[in-house]
């Protein structure tokens, strides 16, 4: 599985209030949730996002609430993976649950540039940034995990093993 888009980045401790605020949590939505992605941090977030770009951030992505809604309006919104130094656990363990590709990697966290174009293999973990011609390796998820992702979600996952 991969992903290839190019980079939306934001800062260390992006959290679950700034991802999707708390005044749109009355839906489940998928597409209305996207509707509201990042708008209280990022105002052209929307504007700017194509399906298949990737969101980069810092230390702690995700933190905060332990809302299902943040990584849902992520997804929704055409992001095809979070790359981040680190996730905030219950942030990690939504994103597999819903089938949202996420990996970690601080030197890709690090270096990679607003509108780089970056690709992600996630059976090796290996990200390339395009425009800077740099590899880093990040941490792939075990082979399980990659299935839930793969089958859009925990759900659909279990749905098809029975």
């Known amino acids: 599985m991969k992903a290839q888009g190019k980079a939306i980045k934001y800062g260390d401790n992006v959290d679950t209030d700034v991802i999707i605020p708390a005044r749109y949590l009355n839906t489940s939505d998928p597409a209305e949730l996207a509707s509201h992605c990042m708008e209280d941090l990022d105002k052209e977030f929307l504007k700017k996002v194509d399906k298949g770009d990737i ?24 992001i095809s993976c979070v790359i981040a130094e680190t996730f905030a656990r219950i942030f990690f363990r939504n994103s597999i649950n819903i089938g949202l590709p996420i990996i970690e990697c601080l030197e890709a966290s690090k270096d990679i540039s607003d509108g780089d174009n970056v690709e992600i293999d996630f059976e090796t973990g290996i990200i390339i940034n395009k425009t800077k011609g740099k590899t880093y390796t990040g941490v792939p ?8 992702i793969s089958a859009d979600g925990l759900i659909s996952y279990i749905k098809k093993q029975f």
């Open 55 to 78: 969101m980069v951030g810092g230390k702690n992505f995700g933190c905060g609430s332990s809302r299902e809604h943040a990584p849902i309006a992520i997804k929704a919104s055409g």
């Open 141 to 148: 998820f075990p082979q399980f995990m990659q299935e839930i």
